[in-house]
């Protein structure tokens, strides 16, 4: 029996939200051993974007640094203040001191604080220059094309994970997960007194972090294996079939709470 156009289209309909309805577990959470975690984190490299050490100065970034600039300039003159005195820093500027740099995604991003304890980075193409969205602070960069947001807090911090994806030219957040058992406080740092890195990647869509249980009152290691489900890929697409960008919310900055 050959279906109609319609009967297809309904058919179709009723399968995805067949799928939106299964698909509820986003995250799958598992604790591991520290050992598990150490051989993990030897071979993270593979899968994590760091930021360039140094930027070189060319057009491109004279273009991030003015339009950065001027977008400032266009903020409330109150607030313009409240960022100068969230930084007490007299050499707060429109440098490079100020950007970072992923050269595999191809991103320039200028960190602006939003409050004391969180800020928001303004992305940029790094290839032409041009504005793309305001966005959270990346925690960890996966090679492919997704980062890991931890929002700052001023005390009490729960593990407040917030995901983003790169889609040409959009960055859009399609997923956050939230934890009060857990302290987020560990991998907003980066890292620990030894050196050992407490949120990375692996494996593209397995995110490692070190934490704190409340629960029990120790230090654990936990995997969260992170998907993407038909009902993030429908929320994200617009008619027009382009990728909503990124929420404007706040976030925060590797300057302050100790991450490079």
Known sequence: M???DKR?????IVMVYASVASAQTVFSVEKISETEYVKAERECSRYNVIPADTIADNDIVSMVLKESQAKFERL?????????????????GFDKRWL???PELKLYGFIIPESPHDDAIWWFDSENGKYIC???CPTAVNTNGIYVSQVGYDCDWPLDLRFFRREGNFIYEFESYKSLQYSGEEPYCQGDESGLRTIFWQDNNMLYLKTFDHKRQESVYLKIKVQQTVRDVLENVMPNEAVRPAPIKSVRNNKKGGKR
């Open 76 to 92: 409330d003159s109150a607030w313009q203040q409240e960022i100068y005195a969230i930084y007490d820093n007299p050499d707060f």
């Open 8 to 12: 297809f289209w309904i058919l179709l």
């Open 100 to 102: 970072t740099f992923l």
């Open 2 to 4: 050959k279906l109609t």
């Open 134 to 136: 305001r966005a959270a």
